[in-house]
């Protein structure tokens, strides 16, 4: 693929601030605050004809650890950056990658609170909240994506071809980064959070932005959902499907009326089988329709 002026785009260009790496490097296993794993239904996919492994993306403040998967042999492959769950990028999120690797994706997702510290060591998920997650801005997340983009398309990836999946915390930033970057072609977000008060670091959510969406957003919710009300759901999809932005109105919702949040997450008690494998054939078809 040439290197146009248009991709420069993706290269970020940080105007503000921002603290170096603290962690720089990835572990193994799960996060210390979803233990125990449900072992009897966490999904292991092998790696086989697959590049699989930790890499560093350069980004503001230093360079940024994420996982990547990818198909062994060949190149040009579609990119998918992959929007961790509040525990970070975990076993869970790794094995996602190798999934999206083994349909012929190169798949990336980055640490994105690696300058905050490790979500992975913390074994409180309220003091990840008020730590980390809280002290993450937006502005940092969607220049971090960015950043990752750049990478793929230097190491195989073609970015003409570019989506982006994300799950619970990640499922929100699948939204806002919908609306910020315009080479995206899709995105799936997964239960994310569609509405919440604004502030310094997260100024709009999915619903202020529903009108901007630059690629369409299949959206994945749970009708048992509790963290996010069934009418906040309704209403983002009313305002989708009558608005005059393209890209928002070919945007999609599916409830599933009685799934649970985090359906899909494989290695908790909230997953649902029936509910999770449909999610991911709806996923695969929205990444072909849309030219992923």
């Known amino acids: 693929m040439p290197h146009t002026a248009e ?6 260009a940080v105007p503000f601030s921002r603290r170096g790496f603290i962690v720089g490097a990835l572990g193994a296993g799960f996060a ?9 239904t966490a999904i292991s996919t092998d790696s086989d004809g697959l590049t ?29 950056l ?3 769950e509040i525990f970070g990028v975990h ?4 094995d996602v990658c190798r999934r999206l690797a083994k349909l ?3 798949a990336i997702a980055p640490e994105l609170f690696a300058r905050q510290g490790d ?14 997650v809280a002290k993450v801005s937006d502005a940092q997340v969607l220049s971090d994506l960015d950043a990752c983009a750049a990478w793929a398309w230097g190491h195989g990836g073609n970015t003409d071809r570019l989506g982006i999946t994300g799950f619970c915390w990640g499922g929100r930033i699948a939204w806002l980064y919908a609306a910020h970057n315009p080479r995206v072609k899709a995105g799936v977000a997964w239960y994310g959070r569609l509405v919440s008060p604004a502030n310094e ?27 996010i009300p069934p009418d906040t759901v309704e209403k983002m999809e009313k305002t989708l499907a009558e608005s005059k932005n393209p890209a928002s109105k070919a945007s999609s919702i599916h409830l599933y009326d009685n799934a649970p949040h985090a359906f899909h997450a494989d290695y908790r008690p909230s997953y649902r089988k029936e509910e999770a494998e449909d999610g991911w054939k709806r996923l695969q078809a929205w990444f072909r329709k849309n030219g992923v």
Request: hydrophobic share 40%; glycine share 12%.
């Open 7 to 12: 991709f420069d785009s993706l290269v970020p």
């Open 32 to 40: 210390l605050s979803v233990q125990p794993v449900m072992a009897q």
């Open 52 to 80: 699989t492994g930790e890499i560093k993306v350069p980004a503001g403040g230093g360079e940024m650890p994420a996982w990547r998967a990818q198909p062994a042999k060949g190149g040009n492959f579609p990119v998918i």
């Open 82 to 84: 992959v929007v961790q």
């Open 91 to 94: 076993e869970y999120i790794k």
């Open 104 to 106: 012929g994706y190169l």
């Open 119 to 132: 979500p992975r060591k913390i074994e409180n998920i309220q003091e990840i909240l008020n730590t980390l």
């Open 201 to 227: 670091m997260n100024p709009k959510h999915p619903a202020d932005i529903a009108n901007d969406l630059k690629a369409p957003v299949l959206g994945l919710y749970g009708g048992l959902d509790q963290g």
